[in-house]
């Protein structure tokens, strides 16, 4: 299928099928946490966010000075190949932190609107294709190596009419946001 059946009045191009390492390049860059690059948890569902209680383990750790961390930014795609499943996948909308080097980290090549990317790649579709590629013997211990992220395959209409889905899923996400607070309110 190269169409898809429902669009926005006005297009009609087929969705071009392109490698992931077409849209994104891996972000590999490691360093301390520091003032400009916060150290920061990953949480499924959420994304990027100020370690709570919950997640803060830093009392595991005996010595956080100089412990390298992942770098990410502000778009980034970041998934933990262990936790798909649960929801460890998503862009980062926070900005610059620093996060546990168990993620990958992906900066997007400016070939595809950020958001049509992080709800795409949010799909069930595209999650079991990240999962056909993950090896490793042990449960809870795959991975799926970053050159065969890059491998993985996805249609994707022109970047005109990504913003214009981008668009319509953020209206509907902020009327869903807005009944959830009357409702709140209303109890």
């Known amino acids: ?31 301390p946490m520091s003032e400009d690059y916060p150290l920061m948890a ?22 956080e000075t100089g ?37 990958s980290i992906f900066k997007p090549t400016g070939k595809a609107e950020l958001d049509f990317l992080g709800r795409r790649f949010l799909r069930k579709d595209f999650i079991n294709e990240m999962v056909r590629w993950r090896q490793g013997v ?5 991975k799926i190596h970053e050159t065969d992220f890059m491998k993985i395959e996805v249609r994707i209409p022109s970047v005109d009419e990504q913003k214009k889905i981008g668009q319509y899923f953020d209206s509907l996400d902020n009327l869903i946001t807005l009944h959830q607070c009357k409702c709140m309110t209303s109890r």
């Open 42 to 63: 990953f949480i499924a569902n959420q994304g990027v966010a100020p370690k709570g209680e919950r997640y803060d383990r830093s009392a595991l750790v005996n010595d």
């Open 138 to 142: 042990v449960y809870g211990q795959w």
């Open 1 to 31: 299928m190269a169409k898809p059946k429902i669009r926005f009045n006005g297009y009609t191009e087929d969705w071009e099928q392109r490698k992931v390492g077409e849209l994104l390049e891996e972000r590999n860059e490691q360093a």
């Open 67 to 103: 412990k390298k961390y992942k770098r990410t930014e502000f778009g980034d795609f970041i998934y933990s190949s262990n936790n798909l499943e649960t929801g460890s996948i998503g862009l980062n909308k926070y900005g610059n932190a620093c996060i546990s080097p168990v993620y």
